[in-house]
């Protein structure tokens, strides 16, 4: 099929409401009944067996039984002697460049004193415990160990626990490991699946249970986050998660090859990825689409970015102000804006993950080592869920302190709202220090 057939042109001022609303509809997120109970009984299982259960599903699943689930220190410094000196100091430049943006994220504690004698403080304190999942799939993702790695160690976590698959000779990906020392990570695990998310939500007897867990994975992992999120009080993830997007952006002076480039580098990611070209310019349109034909035949991911064209959409809008009005409505993950004075829309722009501005601010470089995070809300969950940053390894808690003078100061306020909700309890924990004569002056 060629692409005129399975990518066409939509002209959004033609459409109807309801079309429209079908145009910027994403990939449908598998709901299966049979993947909630498959999820649930690894659960269970890691539940029941603990370190047993991991074992026995790594065999399974990937193809190897482990001795011990820890990667040793020794595997650590081996994996690192094995790569190249180039590869090595890529790491190192990604590292650097990510450290540096999410060090400027660091917070100070705020404190004020609200009237005289009432001192009220915000402190920010590294949450203890975190788990760090790493996909392993067709390719290591070295990368997100960064983007995972870097703030939990500038947070200052006291626990950073990160889990990933193996391969089938037992061993997690050199550059995997190699990341992970550079973020000061020493507790890691070669396990997978909903069987690690299980892991790391409940404990076992090698891995003690954690907080937060962040990063992302397959179906299986998205649903044991989410089930294991709502069972274990206490236990946090990241963010809602959903097939990879990205939305150009582009005008009649944007480069094609580029834009092409930009589409096609998220289509590869998976067949359920999804791309969308908004422009005022058809023949921007029909130059891209070229571009992607001729691009697309040189991909070794081909088959997967033809896939995830298929739910893509190329859409020509009647101006630049009402593509920014549809990408407002779809709330990308990436949103790249390609066009004359790019700088100019930022104010108008709402509802994106991560914005790229101009023709040479590629996606790739937020998704490597620009400093950016590239965790990022999907599924239009960019519209009340933000990028990943420093602050979501901390936890924000307030503290206050208030003299009696200053207690006298607000008792009138505590006593008449304590009375409208008829909180006499609460007005009896004022009055009685107020009427009493033990109170300390201070």
Request: charged fraction near 20%; glycine fraction near 6%.
């Amino acid at each position: 099929m060629s692409l005129q057939n399975l990518l066409p042109t939509s002209v959004w001022s033609t459409l109807s409401r309801q079309e429209q609303s079908n145009a910027l509809s994403r990939p449908a997120i598998e709901e299966s009944g049979l993947l909630a109970t498959q999820v649930e009984n690894i659960i269970n299982q890691v539940k029941e067996f603990g370190d047993k259960s991991l074992i026995d599903l790594t065999e399974r699943f990937d193809g190897f039984k482990l001795e011990s689930l820890k990667v040793s220190e020794q595997q650590i410094q081996s994996a690192i002697s094995s790569l190249s000196s180039q590869r090595l100091a890529a790491l190192e430049t990604a590292y650097g460049q990510i450290k540096r943006f999410h060090q400027a994220q660091v917070n100070q504690d705020v404190e004020v004193e609200t009237c005289k004698g009432v001192t009220c403080i915000l402190k920010t304190e590294a949450i203890e415990a975190v788990g760090l999942y790493i996909p392993a799939g067709s390719a290591p993702l070295p990368s997100t160990v960064l983007m995972l790695g870097v703030p939990a160690e500038i947070a200052g976590c006291p626990r950073k626990v990160l889990v990933s698959p193996p391969d089938n000779k037992g061993n997690v990906a050199p550059e995997v490991l190699a990341a992970a020392n550079l973020c000061g990570i020493n507790e890691i695990y070669a396990v997978g699946g909903a069987q690690a998310i299980a892991a790391l939500a409940i404990g076992t007897e090698s891995i003690p249970a954690v907080n937060k867990v962040f990063g992302p994975g397959n179906r299986f992992v998205t649903e044991a986050k989410s089930q294991l999120s709502q069972q274990i009080p206490g236990f946090a993830i990241d963010m809602p998660a959903g097939p990879s997007e990205v939305l150009v952006i582009a005008d009649n002076d944007a480069n094609a090859d580029f834009v092409a480039a930009d589409l096609l580098s998220q289509a590869e990611h998976g067949e359920d990825s999804q791309v969308i070209l908004l422009s005022d310019s058809k023949s921007m349109i029909e130059r891209v689409r070229a571009a992607l034909s001729c691009q697309l035949a040189a991909l070794p991911r081909a088959k997967i970015a033809k896939a995830a064209l298929s739910k893509s959409r190329l859409i020509l809008t009647d101006s630049l102000d009402m593509a920014i009005e549809v990408s407002n409505l779809y709330g990308p993950e990436h949103l790249i804006v390609q066009t004359k004075n790019p700088d100019s829309l930022v104010g108008q722009l709402r509802n994106a993950g991560s914005i790229f501005l101009g023709a040479y601010t590629p996606e790739s470089a937020g998704d490597y080592a620009s400093g950016t995070n590239h965790v990022l809300p999907t599924y239009g969950y960019s519209k009340v869920v933000s990028s990943l940053s420093l602050a979501d390894f901390s936890r924000r808690y307030t503290v206050q302190k208030i003299t009696r003078q200053g207690l006298q100061n607000l008792a009138p306020c505590i006593i008449e709202l304590t009375d409208a909700e008829g909180l006499m309890a609460h007005q009896k924990a004022v009055t009685i220090r107020l009427n009493s004569t033990d109170c300390e002056a201070s």
